[in-house]
């Protein structure tokens, strides 16, 4: 999704490789805008390389990629103009061993230039590597961290739900064996009694409790 994003502003890396020396100094010259201006352009979604990530991160990063990249280019080309030019002065030379061996060094110069090209290229891609890899961690961790507090939270609210049923059947089934035994006039133990009490107090307690906590905003409003 960013590449599509640096494209819409010219600055897409097939089109940094297609490009001249005025087209590369113009590229160059959006790539400067565009870092000092980053907070004016749009935020990329992780869900750009994590399925349902959560979060977005700023284009800085891939900008001053893409500036390395383009100053690169300008480089190569540079070289490439001035190589071309000293051939066309050597040409210009007569015949004899001072031109060939300008010309030798001319090539070795020319091999050096790729090579140093080359290497540039491969630890630019390695930096840009790295960089998405930090970023895909990123966005991971942000994903397990969701999933863990909404573990929690589901924990939290299934305890809170189930306790409540529990104890409603609880309630239910011993208020049924006390009335039962009260109409076949049945002795009940102490315990099954002293369940009752306990679950029934619990209930009681439990609607005090909310009933607390939903007035008491109102009953703050009233003293302020």
Sequence with gaps: MSERVLEGMGLGGAQIEAADLQGLE????????AIQHVDQLPRISFKAWVVAADGDFSLLPVLLQRKRLIVDRLNELRSEQKISGLRELIDRLPQGQDRQAL?????????????????????????????FQRE??????????????????????????IAPMVGAFLLVGLAVT?????????TVSELISNSF????????????????????????????
């Design 197 to 224: 009490l306990i679950v029934l107090g619990y209930f009681f307690g439990q609607t005090t409790e909310r009933r607390g906590q939903s007035e008491s905003p109102g009953g703050q409003g009233d003293r302020t």
């Design 136 to 161: 895909r961690d990123v966005a991971l961790l942000k994903i397990q961290l969701s999933e863990r507090r909404w573990f929690y939270r589901s924990k939290m609210l299934a305890r809170d739900a």
């Design 26 to 33: 113009a590229a160059l010259d959006r790539v400067n805008d």
């Design 103 to 131: 010309i030798d060094q001319l090539d070795d110069l020319e091999r050096q230039s790729v090579e140093s090209e080359a290497a540039m290229r491969a630890v630019a891609s390695e930096e840009s590597t790295l960089q």
């Design 178 to 186: 006390l009335v039962v035994a009260m109409f076949l006039g049945t």
